[in-house]
């Protein structure tokens, strides 16, 4: 099993859709996560951190995070075709380490 | 305010040679890493140093040397260059620190432009 597993994609929606990305990881000591943004040919960037259970939000962006069941998701409201790239989810393990996802590639259709 | 700088951006090596990739930060962070990325994947750590003075091994060490100069340059070394290496390699940095609570902020790790690699 991967440590950090992301859901295959491409994931393609409507403009004005909501896109839902989502991460599980498999070492229990992860406090922290991370949402990066990476276009292509670009380096990535960060847009959501989240470390408590629940919801957090950030402009048209939501972290869930449910350390229960290992699972942090990323949903991305109003979907725009500037959100239109890949989205890596980063456990932090307790050693100082990020973990990355392979990605989600997302592209938003006029 | 430059953020990570890296050298170079492009490089194409033969198979045998050798080479040393640059990566410098002028936002006073403790922590540095080196990544590399291949097409459709995630990025994979080959080193990182938590601290001016230590390094360690990420997923991906085989092959790579590190050495952080000082607080602000983390460099990367390809002793014999092989095609398997060839990938897009990023360096990044963060604060450091504790990683819970409102001290979060600190892992945030910011990334350079990278650096384009082809061994032939």
């Known amino acids: 099993q991967k440590e950090v597993e992301q859901n295959s994609g491409p994931l393609s929606v409507p403009e004005g859709a909501i896109a839902s990305l989502n991460c599980t990881y498999s070492?229990?000591?992860?406090?922290?996560f991370f949402w990066y943004r990476q276009y292509s040919g670009k380096s990535p960037e960060l847009i959501m951190f989240i470390y408590s259970n629940g919801d957090k939000e950030d402009g048209r962006f939501t972290a869930q995070l449910n350390k229960a069941s290992q699972y942090v998701s990323l949903l991305i409201r109003d979907s725009q075709p500037s959100d239109s790239a890949t989205y890596l989810c980063a456990p932090r393990g307790p050693a100082g380490k990020s973990t990355f996802g392979d990605g989600t590639t997302l592209t938003v259709k006029p | 305010n430059a953020g990570v700088t890296q050298t170079p951006k492009f490089q194409v090596l033969k198979t045998g040679q050798s080479m040393t990739l640059q990566c410098a930060q002028d936002m006073n962070h403790n922590s540095m890493y080196w990544y590399r990325q291949d097409p459709g994947m995630g990025l994979r750590l080959i080193y990182y140093s938590a601290s001016e003075g230590t390094t360690d091994k990420g997923e991906v060490p085989n092959g790579y040397n590190v050495s952080r100069l000082n607080k602000r340059e983390f460099s990367l070394r390809l002793e014999s260059a092989a095609p398997s290496q060839t990938s897009v390699y990023f360096c990044a940095s963060s604060e450091g620190g504790l990683a819970g609570g409102g001290q979060v902020a600190k892992n945030i790790q910011y990334f350079g432009a990278g650096t384009r690699l082809s061994v032939l």
């Open positions: 070492d229990r000591g992860s406090q922290s």
